[in-house]
């Protein structure tokens, strides 16, 4: 057997006070295709960056095959530094790779490589950082969360991509489709300590089940082994005193290993607080259609909707499926067309960018709203720190500000305070974003049990089978169709899955037969943006940049802790300059990202 490419074994590592890693191990061979599992938290993006010499463990071996060429995708790229999306991806690159590919990679992603960095989306950036960790066709891959903020045109390409690439890959993803078509082994990381199975992701939850309950056995076998040694040591002989301390010793050690056990964490508590029963009709749509600026979004779309229905949205990122939802749900008018909404509807809304959430409240203001300590779910109250422990929040985090938070607790808290409100009708943005397997599993639980009505938008196509009973697809020039069935049955019915946006590629201008170069026409496109829209979008990141600082400086204000008792005025209206600020950032936001999508239509 070949020696392993990459091996790590006996990762220790500890923040703080609690450890995270305790004895882990990693070893990547040659044309591996590794999932790396567990739940938040657990250490698997830590490990990864441990493999790829980010991370200093407390203890620990790392050998690497002298030669080997090792890549590192991370879950938040940082571009800082880089004048273009190119440049960010070449650097990547090692003396004597293909530049070219570099520039190829961009453009099959949906990027010229002209992009400043500053200016790219989350979704850009993680494409730009894909083009980079796949440039060098190296080694070895390490792959952390490589589908978040991408589409499903984008998600099924890398998909294809990486099937034929010859590196050995190391994958951390949610998205079980992915994970499935892709996997040959699964490293299960597990209250410290790392587990291998040489098969794919498909059997590692019968395989889990199983461990789980092997423990549970042990433990059965461990107590009874207790009781025997505790019933002898009242009522046993104890004329040899040699072997009674020994015996002795022993149920030292039987109580010890008890107390030393971590039984596997508990998962999500989670129900949805069911409100009246809505009218058989929940929403009519009647040939509505939306434009911005000429450009159709919607155009001619009907559709009926009814009680208990699930309905999925898919298309390329962009493309208008949150427009659409909004307006068959009452938050924005059809510029023609009309949409009537069924009566007694109680409407929850969990969305993607996770708005909602005031970034300086702490999490327990946010789980109750701002009421005490109680939270009101339906026609009873439950105490905030035993609703936090139902979401696996520790009652130590019960301060902590929300912007502290990472990206699958704020998940958890906005499905905590909606799923606390009665409602017949959810709308779900992207609910899948940065949530781990387990809790993903539940929420699906809780939709199939759901009487109400579900309205989806998702780029996860397991998750989309699992739940839809119809799929509402974009087909190009503002026209929807709606499919029968999940994710999975619209590619059977439509022949093909999601059609990419069309993206302008770069080339270099020919100057024979009068054809005008690639550049001029990019720029005619965006000269037809009226003079005032033109000086907007030149703006508009200055002073989003200048309300940034702004708010920083506000907010290193607001964690002087003597700031409320000294000066309680003072703090209240740094507070209320801060919500106000936020505000006014996400407006620019908005106004930026629609100038900017007109100038590249």
Request: hydrophobic residues 35%; negative net charge.
């Amino acid at each position: 057997m070949a020696p392993p490419l990459l091996h790590i074994r006996d990762i220790h590592l500890t923040f703080g006070s609690t450890p995270l890693l305790t004895g882990a191990e990693l070893q990547v061979g040659e044309g591996d295709r590794i999932c790396l599992v567990g739940r938040n938290g657990s250490g698997k993006s830590t490990l990864l960056k441990v493999a790829a010499g980010l991370v200093e463990p407390d203890k620990g071996e790392t050998f690497l095959q002298p030669g080997t060429t090792v890549r590192y995708l991370p879950q938040e790229p940082d571009l800082t530094g880089f004048s273009t999306s190119l440049e960010y991806a070449e650097a990547g690159l090692a003396p004597g790779d293909d530049h070219y590919r570099a520039q190829y990679l961009l453009e099959v992603l949906g990027l010229t490589g002209r992009e400043d960095p500053a200016t790219l989306s989350g979704g850009e950036a993680k494409r730009a950082a894909i083009a980079r960790a796949l440039a060098p066709e190296p080694d070895i891959l390490l792959l952390d969360e490589p589908t978040n903020h991408l589409d499903l045109p984008v998600i099924e390409w890398l998909e294809t991509e990486l099937r034929q690439m010859k590196s050995a890959i190391v994958l951390i993803s949610h998205d079980r489709r992915f994970l499935e078509n892709l996997s040959r082994a699964t490293v299960w990381i597990d209250r410290g300590l790392s587990r291998r199975q040489e098969e794919g992701f498909s059997k590692f939850e019968e395989w889990r089940d199983k461990v789980f309950e092997e423990e549970e056995r042990d433990q059965q076998r461990l107590d009874l082994k207790i009781k025997q040694e505790e019933h002898w040591m009242t009522y046993g002989v104890t004329a040899r005193r040699k072997r009674n301390m020994r015996r002795v010793r022993e149920l030292a050690d039987l109580r010890q290993k008890k107390r030393d056990y971590k039984g596997p964490q508990s998962g999500v508590k989670m129900a949805a607080t069911e409100g009246e029963v809505s009218g058989k009709l929940v929403s009519e749509a009647k040939s509505i259609s939306k434009a911005y600026e000429a450009r159709p979004i919607v155009k001619d779309f009907s559709i009926r909707i009814q009680r208990g229905d699930r309905v999925g949205f898919v298309g390329p990122n962009g493309a208008g499926k949150t427009t659409l939802l909004k307006m068959l749900v009452g938050d924005l008018e059809p510029d023609s067309g009309s949409v009537r909404l069924g009566a007694n509807l109680q409407m929850i809304t969990l969305d993607q960018k996770r708005e909602k959430l005031d970034p300086n409240d702490t999490l327990a203001s946010a789980m109750t709203g701002g009421r005490g300590d109680t939270v009101i779910i339906g026609d009873t109250s439950k105490h905030v720190m035993s609703y936090m422990k139902d979401f696996l929040f520790k009652p130590e985090q019960a301060r902590t500000p929300v912007r502290v938070l990472s990206g699958g607790e704020r998940g958890r808290l906005l499905l905590a305070r909606a799923l606390a409100m009665p409602s017949n009708v959810m709308v779900l943005d992207e609910p899948t974003n940065d949530l781990d397997l387990e809790t993903l599993d539940l929420l699906q639980e809780l939709i199939a049990d759901y009487q109400g009505t579900v309205f989806l938008v998702s780029h996860d196509r397991d998750f989309l089978d699992r739940i839809c009973t119809s799929v509402i697809t974009m087909e190009g020039d503002g026209k929807w169709q709606e499919y029968a069935g999940g994710y999975s049955d619209m590619i059977a019915q439509r022949g093909a899955g999601v059609d990419a946006k069309k993206v302008q590629k770069s080339e270099k201008p020919k100057k024979d037969k009068g054809e005008k170069p690639k550049e001029e026409k990019v720029n005619s496109k965006k000269s037809s943006l009226t003079f005032t829209q033109q000086h907007r979008l030149k703006a508009l990141p200055e002073e989003i940049d200048s309300l940034q600082q702004k708010i920083a400086k506000l907010q290193k204000e607001l964690e002087d802790p003597n700031l409320f008792t000294g000066n309680p005025e003072r703090f209240h209206k740094v507070t209320e300059a801060v919500g106000k600020a936020h505000e006014q950032l996400e407006t620019l936001e908005e106004e930026w990202l629609e100038l900017e999508m007109l100038a590249e239509e």
